[in-house]
């Protein structure tokens, strides 16, 4: 399995030709599986799409290759890793407006595939924790398993 340290990971940088393509191959999925994510979050830890709570799912999956603003690329023994960051775009850009997703080309010519959408869990210092799955302009696009 890759991880942190065992990918190459490079700076971020605005995608690329290879980028676009292997994001556009997965949109379909990705749309899919957000709208889902939302879904099975509301139920039992709906802080983690509280930013876009008023939108609905074609609201919250109406982006586009052109809302792919920022990539990274990581290569591995297993293929090349790409994490996304990609505007809602029905919300402002001054909050929370982005996911990070993560893409997976195994090489050989099979084509890209969604590994995942990341969900970040972490504790608030107070003894509990925070969730969110939607993420501002300046949260900076690291390595993630989920």
Known sequence: MATAE????????PPKEESIVAFKHILPQLKHDLARLRRDHQKHEHEYFAAVEHLNDHDLTAFGPEDLTSVRVATSAYGIHLLAKIRIPSMPDSGPAY??????????????????????????????????????KDDELEWFDT
Request: aromatic residues 6%; proline residues 7%; negative net charge.
């Open 99 to 136: 996911i990070h997703i993560r893409i997976f080309t195994p090489g050989g010519g099979e084509a890209a595939k969604l590994h995942c959408i990341h969900t970040e869990e972490k504790d608030d210092g107070a003894g509990g924790k925070t969730f969110r799955a939607v993420f501002t």
């Open 6 to 13: 065992t990918v190459d990971l490079g700076p971020p940088h």
